[in-house]
């Protein structure tokens, strides 16, 4: 017990972060940091602890989620690779989150509380999170180096070359090593990492729902397909004690306030699996 005070006391004073896997494939493998010699690769386990210098990758068929400690999700797709660079607490306690996308495919889903200090690093350029709620996509290719990045919810800023690109909702921005960044409308990609990752915040949507139902209360929502429900969110008979309509016909109200489904096969991208989903208390701010 004398054991388990005294790492709880250290733990508290520490500036150093930890984060969890959430949600793995088999092909998945990390790296610690280097300490001396040849890397080190690892196959990853659910839950494991990520600290600041580790190596992720995925393999062909492989996925990997990793969720910071307010609920915030960052994803590889396969064949990706992404260094975590910094997780640490800024001088007013604030989480300070560094990542580096070497290659391949990512996802990122941010909620306000883990975005104020969070950044990644991408060939020639960065990406600044600090704008609250944002979900978007980054693919990299090693050769010849390149970048995109899509924004489908929120705001971001991208610096490419001492110049900062604000991005908003729909946006696109891709360059490479030879010309000048161009901006476009952003593609909805149609395959299974993608629909994966929306099924993944749609599952984070629901048990947030569930699990902080009382302030749903009120909010205007839409009604779901196929139904006459009324659009305002003033509470009806069928609602439950909690404060809100258990999900008719399988629809819940996602944090757009948009009716959406979610299929929770526990296996893969290519089956639109979610596997379980863990809120963090600090999720609700």
């Known amino acids: ?12 004073q520490s500036r150093v972060r930890i984060v969890r896997v959430s949600f793995l494939t088999p092909n998945t493998i990390l790296s610690p940091p280097v300490q001396a010699g040849a890397r080190r690769w690892t196959q990853v386990m659910l839950n494991e602890p990520i600290v600041a210098g580790d190596w992720l990758r995925t393999g062909p068929g492989g996925a990997l989620e990793i969720q910071l400690d307010c609920g915030s999700a960052l994803r590889l797709a396969q064949n990706s690779a992404m260094q975590v660079q910094v997780l640490s607490l800024g001088a007013k306690g604030l989480p300070v989150t560094r990542v580096a996308v070497e290659q391949g495919r990512a996802f990122f889903s941010m909620r306000r509380a883990d975005s104020a ?12 999170e600090s704008h609250g709620n944002a979900r978007f996509q980054i693919i990299v290719a090693a050769q010849p180096p390149s970048a995109t990045v899509s924004v489908s919810n929120g705001r971001i800023g991208v610096e490419v070359n001492g110049t900062t690109y604000p991005l908003k909702n729909s946006e696109r921005l891709a360059w490479n090593s030879a010309g000048a960044p161009q901006r476009s409308k952003a593609v909805k990609a149609k395959d299974p990492y993608a629909k994966w990752s929306q099924d993944r915040d749609n599952a984070f949507d629901r048990s947030l729902l569930l699990d902080e139902g009382s302030q749903f209360a009120g909010a205007e929502v839409a009604a779901p397909p196929g139904s006459t429900m009324a659009t305002t969110g003033t509470p009806q008979p069928e609602w439950n004690a909690r404060g809100f309509p258990p999900p008719p016909q399988g629809y819940f109200v996602n944090q757009e306030g948009k009716w959406a489904t979610i299929s929770d096969l526990p296996t893969s991208p290519e089956a639109a ?13």
């Open 1 to 12: 017990m004398l054991l388990l005070a005294a790492a709880g006391g250290v733990q508290s």
């Open 117 to 128: 200090d969070f950044r990644i690093v991408l060939p020639r350029g960065t990406v600044d």
């Open 273 to 285: 699996g979610t596997g379980g989903i863990e809120v963090p208390a600090c999720a609700h701010n």
